[in-house]
């Protein structure tokens, strides 16, 4: 059998399995069928981007109707990636759009890694873009003038959320979950998290296996180790959204690869804890980074987002 025919039949048996995930989701052609056409303002495919005998790279493809090449680029940036994935976008004609995320490879042997990205991506763009929709059809609204002088509303601490009523932590103006309400964007829960947590787990694993407490590189001066799967899992776990909960609001761009702006740091500092695990890590985006680094109240922050790195961290091990 020569390579073609080998990579076709390992397309084949990838979308199969992918198709196997839900009974609303068939094999069409060379690609699973995930949203109906007719049913939506857009139509939804998995299928491969790249596959030989050795690898294989998902990609998910959305095709919005109505859809301009401004409007194309508003739902790109609100949409949630991580784990290496980038978005391919293009305007098919005056009113219809193809979005594509693309995965990075995953090699044949562990080809279930593969349909998990599939099932956890989609779970993730679906309301993502669906919201986009939603926010994008509904009329502007007039911003609110603050009068000179006045620092906005929203920058104003306070001991509860405007939004909610129920109290924040100190220093925050906002729960994160209330701004992305009011933005039309959608809540993360439980419902939209990845599931399985296969890939966190084995990244986990990954840095315990090679961990060595205290362990230090010997350079000019003496500097903690750091590990790349460590800053990858943390990445995964955060869905791309800020780790903290009191957050007031996500960057609304993304970096040039399309992925969401977020900073992976140690709650407490690695040179104090001599750990680089993901139960010690947070992801954050610039404007909590900055508060839990130079803030007056980053002692405060500190305990809070230590707390919420190990619940995180538990819950994606407990899958």
């Avoid at 098919?92 to 042997?109: C, N, Y």
């Amino acid at each position: 059998m020569n390579e073609q025919a080998k990579a076709n039949r390992e397309r084949d048996r990838f979308l199969s399995l992918v198709s196997n995930r839900s009974p609303h989701w068939a094999v069409k052609g060379h690609a699973v069928r995930l949203v109906k056409d007719g049913q939506l303002s857009y139509t939804a495919h998995a299928s491969a981007y790249e596959c030989s005998s050795r690898q294989l790279t998902p990609q998910i493809v959305f095709t919005v109707r109505d859809c301009g090449t401004e409007k194309m680029k508003r739902i790109v940036r609100t949409l949630p990636l991580a784990g290496g994935a980038v978005v391919h976008a293009k305007p098919l004609d005056g009113s219809t759009a193809r979005i594509a995320i693309v995965s990075r490879p995953f090699p044949r042997t562990v080809r279930i890694r593969a349909i998990d990205w599939v099932e956890r991506t989609y779970g993730l763009l679906r309301p993502a873009i669906e919201a986009s929709l939603s926010a994008l059809m509904q009329p502007a609204s007039t911003p609110d003038v603050q009068p000179a002088g006045q620092v906005p509303q929203r920058l104003q601490p306070g001991g509860s959320c405007p939004v909610c009523g129920q109290p924040l932590p100190s220093g925050y103006v906002q729960h994160q979950r209330c701004e992305r309400a009011a933005a039309g964007a959608p809540e993360v829960s439980d419902a939209v998290l990845p599931a399985p947590w296969s890939r966190y787990r084995e990244l986990v694993a990954r840095v315990e296996h090679n961990e060595v407490p205290g362990q230090r590189t010997q350079r000019t001066t003496s500097v903690p180790v750091r590990r790349e799967s460590a800053r990858e899992a943390v990445l995964d776990r955060c869905c791309g959204r800020c780790e903290n909960p009191g957050c007031s609001g996500m960057p609304s761009d993304v970096t040039d690869a399309g992925k969401p702006i977020l900073e992976v740091d140690h709650v407490r500092p690695i040179a104090e804890e001599d750990r680089d695990h993901p139960e010690q890590m947070v992801a954050l985006c610039p404007n909590c980074h900055a508060v839990k680094t130079r803030g007056s109240t980053r002692h405060e922050f500190q305990q809070t987002l230590f707390k919420v790195a190990r619940t995180a961290h538990r819950r994606a091990m407990a899958g």
